[in-house]
């Protein structure tokens, strides 16, 4: 009854504008590549009661790893002496690959041998939805080398008859293993795989073994073994009694793939087992196998002992259709500044049904920024919370969708604008370890607070000095929003002198550079978090910074500190220069005036990073070989050095950039090769794992795409012994054989790809449809029934102003959603069907009966 009044109330003669997009027709997904797109964020938080050291010295110094499968894709600072280490280090990357387990190892460093693995988190990659968004703390488990396993075997059994020469009957089993994809590193670099094949049964154990495949992770064995499986009459024991044929149905083949150690012991890579019954209706069996740990007979061992890991992991898969099946979402969606009521608007209601505002903010706050829709948006929905704020002094201090959305949005854009502010001095303050302790009780014998307070007013002078000198760096973007705070704050408390200012501080200072200086790791200012006395010492300057940025200050009012010292400290700054200088800074980044972009005088520093790369010239003996290098890229040019810090031994302009693409493994017998291509020789380079080879290719393409003279084709394996080994063209300059991946968007500081981010919104909504369903009768509730609230449960929890807007932007949003389920449920149907089990994408687990 509610819903039917609420639609009869709703406007009849408008169309829903969403869905006038031109829909494709069943089936065109089928001739477009859907894109399958896997990310990882989280968080490392912390061990604790890890095993001590036998001895008096039991402590530990510890690091944590992520790793997919056996492949080390990111790694923690070491924590010093401890046996509980708070890592307190956050994730995020793209998967660029499949993989069975996603994994956490916690090491204990060591200097002169191998790091000690203590224990381990292992998450299979379809449980990994139970613990998304949760902080949990998970049990180590033993690390056995025996149960590291990855990579698959392609295998082919046939079963034949034989008349042997005395005329009586056999069976023959014929094994061929053919190939294995996907084995580990060894020690980092590709292995010298071997595999060998055995036939198992309650009286036998026949083994044979294929050749050594050097420096491959993908070896091509293509080798067949004959085994004798049924015994003929003629074969007898000691005791002269003739033996019965062999039960067939006990049989089994084992695989056993190893890395030949040459002067040091073979490493175990993995095994499958497939009974010889699988042959039981076929002449024949082929199929894909994914490699299993050894079988140790199901030891129990204790693993209460080793501690515990607390994780906060969020993986996501999305399925990314081509971009005319997102029109109509992204339609509604961009339309929801221009709404009356902003909390009637698609994009409000996505936050409200959310069970966590985070996972909708991201999608929503890249997606306006695309379409220059975020600044109207943050301004309404900013405007909402105005209204229910009644103390100036908590302006913008709670966590809702707008400050959420600003936060988001100064992550995004602001990223380039910290580097240039703030990385030169984070940077001096981590590497020079001044002491800064002024907290009387956490002294340390032999410290002196007068001049632990000098260098910490003279990192806070100095961070203070570059912060208000820089509004000619600060984005735009951000800029306009500022603008738009500072004007609604004025009209929302017009007696207040102060809160034009604070509305902008309560972010920029607050919610920006004070959080940026106390984590600087998770604004990729720095490679990790920071050690404890660093810690410390950011803190300190991130609490002085937000207080010179505060009310407190422009007011001369007393400052909030509660600790005395802390408050004997900020006497130092309480001049009147400090609050000019904060008033002119909050002055000129809340401006509509025109700014000079200041990224035409200094070149935006991109990425960073140790990676191997294949020598230009040649060796004393004649060989080309590989050297670490230190490689830098900027908006400008690419670099490499030999350390950090040194000269660059050689740089390549971006401007001469022809394509960057990934290089076949083939070439070097080395994973995880890309090639930049550009007007001399390509430069052959070796990352260090999948993820961040991923990252490099990416970061090049987009600070490259518009280059003129870009390459249509590519050759994708090396030029080696005069000729390219892909196509055995003999000319150096020929065209490539292959067509260049597809480019990114061009935007180097803002890379947003529009669909997959609409694609992260539709999953949103489908997730949370029963609460959309709730927020539905809401509006139908209110509209019938306008006397108090007898039942507050049903709708207080949602912001409804307008219940006939709302209820008439759910309708849409449901239609549309409904719509997008049709493509999605026939993609995952095609899938399912086409990755047969037992194919290269979808191999066998495990023992087959």
């Excluded at 050894?294 to 204790?302: F, H, P, V």
């Excluded at 080309?624 to 040194?646: A, D, I, M, V």
């Excluded at 260049?740 to 061009?746: F, H, I, K, L, Y």
Aim: hydrophobic share 35%; glycine share 4%.
């Amino acid at each position: 009854m509610a819903a039917a009044a609420l639609a009869a109330a709703a406007p009849s003669s408008e169309a829903p504008a969403a869905t006038a997009t031109a829909e494709p027709e069943a089936g065109d997904e089928d001739s477009r590549e859907v894109r399958v797109l896997q990310s990882l964020r989280g968080k490392i938080c912390e061990a604790k009661n890890l095993l001590p050291y036998l001895g008096p010295h039991k402590m530990r110094d510890c690091f944590c790893t992520i790793n997919l499968d056996q492949e080390e894709v990111y790694r923690t600072q070491v924590v010093e002496k401890s046996l509980s280490p708070f890592f307190s280090e956050e994730f995020y990357f793209e998967i660029p690959r499949t993989f069975q387990y996603l994994s956490f190892y916690v090491y204990d460093k060591n200097v002169l041998q191998r790091d000690l693995r203590i224990g381990k988190v292992a998450i299979k990659k379809e449980d990994l939805c139970n613990h998304s968004g949760k902080e949990t703390w998970f049990s180590l488990q033993p690390v056995d080398s025996n149960s590291e396993v990855q990579g698959k075997v392609h295998l082919e059994l046939k079963l034949n008859e034989l008349i042997t020469e005395n005329g009586t009957v056999c069976q023959q089993l014929v094994v061929h293993i053919k190939a294995c994809h996907g084995l580990p590193l060894i020690n980092g670099q590709s292995c010298d795989p071997y595999a060998t094949v055995s036939l198992v049964g309650p009286s036998r154990n026949d083994q044979k073994k294929t050749k050594v495949k050097k420096k491959t992770s993908n070896p091509q064995f293509n080798e067949i073994f004959y085994f004798e499986v049924t015994r003929s009459s003629s074969y007898t024991r000691k005791s002269q009694f003739q033996v019965e044929e062999e039960d067939i149905e006990k049989l089994e083949i084992r695989i056993d793939l190893w890395n030949n150690g040459n002067l040091v012991q073979d490493v175990f890579l993995g095994e499958i087992k497939v009974p010889v019954n699988v042959l039981r209706n076929d002449s024949s069996h082929q199929a894909w196998y994914l490699l299993q740990p050894r079988d140790n007979g199901n030891k129990s061992s204790k693993t209460d002992d080793l501690g515990s890991l607390r994780l906060n992991i969020c993986y996501t898969e999305d399925y990314v259709l081509p971009s005319e099946y997102y029109g109509p979402l992204k339609t509604l969606l961009l339309k929801s500044p221009d709404v009356q009521p902003i909390s009637a608007s698609a994009a409000y209601i996505l936050g409200e049904i959310c069970r966590d505002k985070n996972d909708a903010v991201l999608p929503l706050v890249r997606l306006l920024l695309h379409h220059d829709k975020l600044v109207p948006f943050a301004t309404a929905v900013a405007e909402l919370d105005l209204k229910d704020t009644q103390d100036a002094n908590t302006i913008f201090r709670g966590n809702s969708l707008a400050t959420r959305c600003l936060d988001e949005m100064m992550k995004i854009v602001g990223g380039h604008y910290l580097k240039v502010t703030l990385k030169p001095i984070l940077d001096e303050i981590c590497e020079s370890s001044k002491p800064c302790e002024i907290d009387p009780i956490k002294l340390k014998e032999g410290d002196n607070v007068e001049n632990n307070k000098e260098n910490l007013r003279y990192y806070v002078d100095k961070l203070f000095s570059t912060i208000v000198k820089s509004s000619m760096s600060c984005p735009t973007v951000m800029c306009d929003i500022f603008y738009s705070l500072r004007q609604m704050a004025t009209q929302r408390f017009p007696n207040d002198p102060h809160v034009q200012y604070s509305a902008v501080s309560s972010f920029v200072f607050l919610r920006f550079f004070a959080v940026a200086v106390v984590s600087p790791h998770t604004f990729h200012l720095r490679p990790h978090h920071p050690d404890p006395q660093t810690i410390r010492t950011l803190t300190l300057i991130s609490k002085t910074i937000q207080t010179l940025g505060s009310l407190g200050s422009l007011s001369k009012s007393k400052s909030s500190f509660k600790e005395t010292f802390m408050c004997e400290f900020f006497k130092m700054f309480q001049e009147e220069g400090y609050i000019i200088a904060v008033k002119k800074f909050l002055d000129e980044i809340s401006s509509t005036e025109t700014k000079e972009s200041s990224g035409t005088s200094e070149p935006v520093h991109l990425k960073e990073g140790e990676m191997y790369k294949r020598a230009q010239g040649r060796t004393r003996i004649g060989k080309k070989n590989f050297k670490k290098r230190w490689f830098c890229l900027t908006s400008r040019e690419l670099t490499y050095h030999k350390q950090p810090g040194k000269d660059a031994i050689y740089t390549i302009p971006v401007k001469n950039i022809l394509a960057v693409e990934k290089l076949e493994e083939s070439s070097f017998n080395k994973k995880n090769m890309f090639q930049v291509i550009h007007t001399e020789k390509p430069l052959y380079v070796q990352a260090n794992n999948c993820v961040e080879a991923n990252e490099w290719i990416d970061v090049l393409c987009r600070v490259s795409r518009c280059n003129q003279n870009r390459l249509s084709f590519y050759h994708p394996s090396a030029y080696l012994n005069g000729n390219w080994l892909c196509c055995l063209e003999t000319s150096e300059s020929a065209l490539g054989c292959k067509r260049c991946t597809a480019g990114v968007p061009a935007d180097i500081q803002i890379d947003i790809d529009e669909d997959r981010e609409t694609e992260r919104i539709y999953s949103l909504f489908t997730l949370s449809s029963l609460k959309l369903q709730k927020m539905e009768e809401a509006c139908g509730t209110i509209a019938v029934y306008q006397g108090p609230q007898k039942e507050p449960d049903d709708y207080s929890n949602f912001v409804i102003e307008d219940s006939v807007t709302t209820f008439k932007t759910i309708q849409q949003i449901k239609s549309i959603i409904e719509k997008l389920d049709e493509p999605h449920e026939k993609y995952r149907k095609k899938r399912s069907s086409s990755a047969k089990y037992g194919s290269k994408e979808n191999p066998i687990v495990g023992k087959t009966s």
